[in-house]
C-alpha cells in the first residue's frame, strides 16, 4: 500500500507575520471626521499576511483534504458524485455571478428562465404540482415543509388538533428535528424486520392528533419502501399529510416519483441528487414541491412565466411568508439546471440505474465478510453492519481512509449497529469499486491492534475528540500560551 | 450483473410495484457540454445590468474580490468534499473553519463564532430562537425600519414558538434608535433585543451602545455590517450577547443573492444553547494540533427533535471565501475598504443632495454604505430612467420598509469602495437630466 496523504505542519494564519500586500484605489482619510463620537475602533487584532502567504497556507490546507474529485467518497446519505466542471463555469459568467438581487424584473429575464426551467423540471421529475426554490439546504426545506403543513392547519382549523408528526425510526435526524422547530411533537414509529415501517406500529400512532407523517424512499437502510402505497392512505384517511424526504432521489429518476406514490410535500437536495458541489459542508439548496391544493401555501415570490416574460408571483395570500429574503441559493440552482439540461431524460434515468446498480455490486462483494440485516435489493445505499466481524465501524472507517479512500457513513441509521452506510454513487468505476471492497475485506484481517492504531498515514493521527468538547478551544484567542 | 446474478438492471427495481412505476421523465433528451454551455450565455444575455454604473446594496454589495479567493475556494480538493465527518482525511477544511471562527471572532469582537448559518436573515431567526432557549421569555422587540424579508424570516423561524414581537421607532431626525421609546417597552418578559448597526436607515447608529445601560435581563442580538467593523466599534463591545451579519461582503459574488452567508457569533456561556457546526481545536494521539467537528451533542444528528437546530448542510465554503478574503485584505485593508465606503456616501451625498428634487441629508446621521433619499417622484420610475442610462438603483424603500408610509417616495442609492467619484458624478448628472 503507497498511499500518503501530504502532511504539513502548517501554521495558523495569525502565526504568520509577512504584513499584508492588499492594495485598493480611493482615499478613505476624510471619513474618520464622519464617525460618530465614541464609534472609532481602535483595536483591530486581525493577522496580517502576505497575498502569497495566504494562497500558499491554503493550498497546503488544501492538501490535506479529501475530496470527491480524488476518489471515491461513498458517504452514505450524502450522494457525492462527480460535480461536472461546466456548471463551474457557467455560475461564473459575470452575467449571473454579478446579478442584485433586487434588480428590476425587465433586467433578470435570464436568470428567471433558469428558475422558472428548474421549477418545470423538478415538476415533471418529481409528478408534483409547483416548487419553489428558496429553501437553502435539505433541512431548510424540511422546515418550509412543516411550514405548509402548520399553514395547511390552520386554514382548515385543524392545528389545534393536529399536533403531532410522525417518523419513522431509521430517519435522518433533520426529520425530527425540523418538526420539532415548527412546533410539533415527534412521535416515532420503529420499523420492522424487514427494515420496512412497521404498519401495525404506523396504524396506532395515527390519529386525529396527527398532523403529518415524514418519510424517506428509499429509505435510509437503501431499501425500497413496498407499502408506500398503503402507508398514503392511511395517512390520508387519517386526515394527515405525507411528507417525503427526497434525500435519496439518486435511486429512482424516471423510475418512480413521490408524485406516483402519493406524496403530498417532497424537498430535493440539488447538492446530492443533481451534483452541485458540496463545498466542504455546503452550500446546498433545498427546493420543495406540493401537490396542487397545498400551492397557495408555498413561500413567496415563486417564479411565473406568462408566454412572454418571467416574473416574480407574490399572488398567493395564504403563502407561508419567506424562509429566506431573496430566491434561494441561485448559484446552486443554477448548476443544478445546467445538470439536469445536460442529463436529460435519458441521462438521468442512466444515472439512477447506474447508482443502485454500484450499490448492488459493493452490496454483494461485502455482504460475504460483514452483515446484511434486511437482505433484499438495495437501491442507493446499502447498510451493512460490523457487528459479526468484532470489529468497530469506527475503526474500520479509519483504517480505509488511511488507505486513500473515503469512508461510509458510520453510525447512520441509529438502528444498526455498527451500520456502515455505503453509497457509491453512479459515477464511481469498477476498479475503483473493487479498490474499495477490498479495502473493507482488508480492514478485516488487519486485526484489532493495527486498526486501533490507525490513521499513520495521513497529515494527523487518531483524533482526540473527548478533548475538543472538554477544552472548548473554538479559537485561536483562546489557546493558552 | 454477472456479478450479481442479474441478466437485466430491471431486476435491481422488482421490489417496486408496477402501480406506481413511472415511465421516463418527460423533459428533453440530454445534450453536450458545448450545448449547455452555449445555452446558458444565450439566456444569460437576457440578464442586463451587471456592467453598469451600480448603486444597489441594502444588504447584498459589490465589493472588490480578490483574485485569489476565487482561486483558492474553487480548488477541488475544498470545493468537492464534504463535512468533515472522517476529521483525520479532512484536516484542511477544518483548519480553515477554524481559522474562520477565529477571524470572525476577533472581527466582532465577540467570544465565538459557529462554522456558518445560511445567510444573515436565517441566521437573526437563529438568533431570536437560541435567545428564547436562553431565558424562555416570549418578547422580541424589533426595529420599526427592519427589512421586511428579515422580519418574514424570522417569523417563519419562530413559528413554532409563541413569541411576539414589538416594535420600536427611531428618532425623525437622526434616524438612530429612539431609546426613550425603546425602554417604555423593555418588560420582565422581554427576551431579546434586535439592534442594527448600520441600520435598515444605512446610518451608523452610536445609540446602538447604550441599549446595554437599558436592556435589564433582555439579550442584545446585533444584526451588523462586517465591512463597517473596519472603522466601528465592534458588538462584543457594546455588551452584544448574540451577533449576526450577513457575510457575502467578505469575498462572494452576489450571484442574484445566494449563496450567501450567516455570521454567528456570540458570548462563550450560551455555547450550549448556540446552533451550527463548531470546530474545535485538539491534538492527535501523539500530540499533534489537531482539529474536529465538537460540542455535537446540541446538532440534530444526535439530539433529533431537541437539538437546538435543524441544520446541517452549511455554508462551509462561503465561511472558507471569507476567510482567505479577510487574510488577503488584513486590518489595514478592511479599514481602508471601510473609509472609502464612508467617504464615498457622503460624496454620494453631496452630489445628490444637490440635484433639485433629492435630499439625500433629511436624515442627518452618518450614512455607511446605504444613502437614504427622498426623490421627487416614483422610485422605481427613477429606477427605470437610471437604467436606460446605464445606471443601477435606487432600491424603493417601499419595497424594504413597506410599513413605513412616510418613505414611498425615498429609496437607496449604495456605495462600496469600487464606487468611482466619476460614477457619483454620472448619476447626479443623470437625476438631474431625466427630470
Ligand atoms: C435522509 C436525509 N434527509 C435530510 C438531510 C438534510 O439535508 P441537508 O444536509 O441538505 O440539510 C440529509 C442530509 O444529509 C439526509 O441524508
Known sequence: ?481 | MDFIGIKSDEELFSDIPSSIRKKGIPISRGISEYEVMRLAEEIGSANTGYNYANFMGCGIYDRIIPSAVDSVIGRSEFITSYTPYQAEFSQGMLQSLFEYQSLISDLTGMDMTNSSIYDGATALGEAVRMAHRINEKTEILVPENLYRSKMDVIHSYSSGLNLKFISYSFEKKTGYIDLEDLASKISANTSAIICENPNSFGVIDPNVMKVQEIKGEALLITYVDPVSLGVVVPPGSYGADISVSEGQQLGIHREFGGPLLGLFSFRKEYLRKSPGRIIGLTSDSKGKRAFVMTIQTREQHIRREKATSNICTNQALMALASAVYLSIVGPEGIRKIANVTISQAKKLKDAVSSVRGYDAKFLSGTSFSDVLVRMPGDPADIQRALFEKGILGPIPSSSLFPNLEAFAKSGFFSVTEKTSDGNIRFLADSLGAIQ
Open chain 1, 1 to 481: 500500500m503507497s498511499y500518503h496523504q501530504a502532511t504539513y505542519d502548517e501554521r495558523l494564519l495569525n502565526e504568520f507575520r509577512s504584513g499584508s500586500t492588499f492594495k485598493i484605489p480611493g482615499d478613505g482619510s476624510a471619513a474618520e471626521k464622519l464617525l460618530p463620537s465614541g464609534m472609532a475602533r481602535k483595536e483591530l487584532p486581525l493577522p496580517s499576511l502576505a497575498e502569497y502567504d495566504a494562497v500558499r497556507h491554503f493550498t497546503r490546507l488544501s492538501q490535506m483534504n479529501y475530496s470527491v474529485d480524488l476518489g471515491i467518497y461513498p458517504l452514505g446519505s450524502c450522494t457525492m458524485k462527480y460535480n461536472p466542471k461546466y456548471a463551474d463555469k457557467i455560475v461564473s459568467m459575470e452575467q449571473f455571478a454579478e446579478m442584485h438581487p433586487l434588480q428590476p424584473d425587465y433586467s433578470v429575464q435570464g436568470s428567471l428562465r433558469i428558475m422558472y426551467e428548474l421549477q418545470e423540471y423538478l415538476k415533471k421529475i418529481s409528478d408534483m404540482d409547483a416548487v419553489t426554490l428558496q429553501p437553502l439546504a435539505g433541512a431548510h426545506g424540511e422546515f418550509t415543509g412543516i411550514l405548509i403543513v402548520r399553514k395547511y392547519l390552520e386554514d382548515t382549523g385543524q392545528l389545534d388538533m393536529r399536533r403531532e408528526i410522525i417518523v419513522p425510526d431509521s430517519a435522518h435526524g433533520t426529520n425530527p428535528a425540523s418538526a420539532a422547530m415548527g412546533g410539533f411533537n415527534v412521535v416515532e414509529v420503529p420499523s420492522d424486520s424487514t427494515g420496512m415501517v412497521d404498519i401495525d406500529a404506523l396504524r396506532s400512532a395515527l390519529s386525529e392528533k396527527t398532523a403529518a407523517l415524514m418519510i424517506t424512499n428509499p429509505s435510509t437502510l437503501g431499501l425500497f419502501e413496498r407499502n408506500v402505497v398503503q402507508i398514503a392512505k392511511l395517512v390520508h384517511d387519517a386526515g394527515a399529510l405525507l411528507y417525503y424526504d427526497g434525500a435519496n432521489f439518486n435511486a429512482i429518476l424516471g423510475i418512480t416519483s413521490p408524485g406516483i406514490m402519493g406524496f403530498d410535500i417532497v424537498h430535493f437536495n440539488l447538492h446530492k441528487t443533481f451534483a452541485t458541489p458540496h463545498g466542504g459542508g455546503g452550500p446546498g439548496a433545498g427546493p420543495v414541491a406540493v401537490k396542487k391544493r397545498l400551492e397557495k401555501y408555498l413561500p413567496i415570490p415563486r417564479i411565473g412565466f406568462d408566454g412572454k416574460r418571467y416574473f416574480e408571483d407574490f399572488s398567493s395570500d395564504k403563502s407561508v411568508g419567506r424562509v429566506s429574503p431573496y430566491y434561494g441559493a441561485f448559484g446552486v440552482l443554477l448548476r443544478a439546471w445546467a445538470y439536469i439540461t445536460y442529463h436529460g431524460s435519458d441521462g438521468l434515468e442512466a444515472n439512477s440505474r447506474k447508482a443502485v446498480l454500484n450499490t448492488n455490486y459493493v452490496s454483494r462483494r461485502l455482504s460475504e465478510y460483514l452483515s446484511d440485516p434486511y437482505g433484499g435489493v438495495k437501491k442507493h445505499e446499502v447498510v451493512l453492519s460490523s457487528s459479526n466481524t468484532g470489529e468497530r465501524a469506527l475503526d474500520i472507517a479509519k483504517y480505509l481512509i488511511d488507505n486513500g479512500v473515503h469512508a461510509p457513513t458510520i453510525y447512520f441509521p441509529l438502528i444498526v449497529k455498527e451500520a456502515l452506510m455505503i453509497e457509491p454513487t453512479e459515477t464511481v468505476n469498477r476498479d475503483d469499486l473493487d479498490a474499495f471492497c477490498d479495502a473493507v475485506i482488508g480492514s478485516l484481517k488487519a486485526g484489532h491492534e493495527d486498526l486501533h492504531q490507525r490513521p499513520v498515514n495521513l497529515s494527523v493521527g487518531r483524533i482526540d475528540e473527548i478533548k475538543a468538547a472538554r477544552d472548548q478551544i473554538l479559537t485561536w484567542s483562546a489557546i493558552k500560551k
